[in-house]
């Protein structure tokens, strides 16, 4: 699977929307941007998932761009309760697909 | 949504002795399972695939004779830390996926004294 490359960390206002970066620049044609985020000491949650199109769900939205290279995942009004890491994951989603985490990127929710 | 369940969700034993870990998929059948085990502000590390009814398939550098998987129906998967070491500490977690989506459980925190 591709390897993807995202910031260590970032911060944004609660209320605001928050931006996630991530770069997948050797991604091929049949691997899918993931994207999950771990609060402390929980298990990974699933947000959201695209190959081509932008994807929106009642979570957050995805934006990948044309040439799929990178993408940026979009919480539109971040909480407090969005302070957790996010993974973004590009991977081929054959049978029994193995995910493999990265850094991730740190987001801080500020009140 | 579905569910994966974790038990113990917190265990701590002498070094030593044998800790045993259960991942249940609640709500659908699971063929595989996969078992993560992440140390303080790393990532996860992904340590081995449990696959119903055959042997598990374990990542490199992961010893299976000290972590024994054991998939013996399509809901629950096990996993023994055995003479678990205070080098064993460490936070496992559990996967399963449901179609294109993964599904984890709430993780299991180890610590060997």
């Known amino acids: 699977d591709a390897k993807t490359t995202q910031p260590p960390s970032m911060d944004c206002a609660e209320g605001r929307a928050a931006n996630l970066p991530c770069n997948h620049s050797t991604i091929s044609g049949n691997e899918y941007v993931y994207w999950y985020r771990q609060i402390h000491s929980q298990g990974p949650q699933y947000i959201i998932h695209?190959?081509?199109n932008n994807e929106t769900n009642e979570m957050a939205s995805l934006i990948i761009t044309e040439d799929r290279k990178s993408s940026t995942l979009i919480l539109p009004h971040a909480t407090l309760r969005d302070t957790a890491v996010y993974y973004c994951?590009?991977?081929?989603?054959?049978?029994?697909?193995?995910?493999?985490f990265g850094k991730g990127i740190t987001l801080s929710v500020r009140p | 949504g579905a569910v994966v369940s974790q038990h113990p969700s917190r265990v701590i034993c002498k070094s030593g002795t044998s800790v045993k870990i259960e991942c249940r998929s609640l709500?659908?059948?699971?063929?595989?399972m996969f078992w993560y085990r992440q140390f303080p502000k790393q990532s996860l590390m992904l340590m081995a695939t449990s696959n119903e009814g055959s042997k598990a398939t374990y990542e490199q550098g992961v010893e299976k004779d000290k972590f024994l998987i054991n998939h013996a129906s399509l809901t629950l998967s096990t996993l023994t830390v055995t003479s678990a070491h205070p080098e064993d500490s460490s936070f496992y977690i559990c996967?399963?996926?449901?179609?294109?989506?993964?599904?984890f459980g709430q993780g299991t925190r180890l610590t060997v004294v």
């Open positions: 695209g190959l081509k």
């Open positions: 709500d659908f059948q699971a063929t595989t």
């Open positions: 994951i590009a991977l081929n989603t054959g049978a029994n697909s193995k995910l493999t």
């Open positions: 996967s399963a996926s449901r179609g294109a989506e993964a599904f």
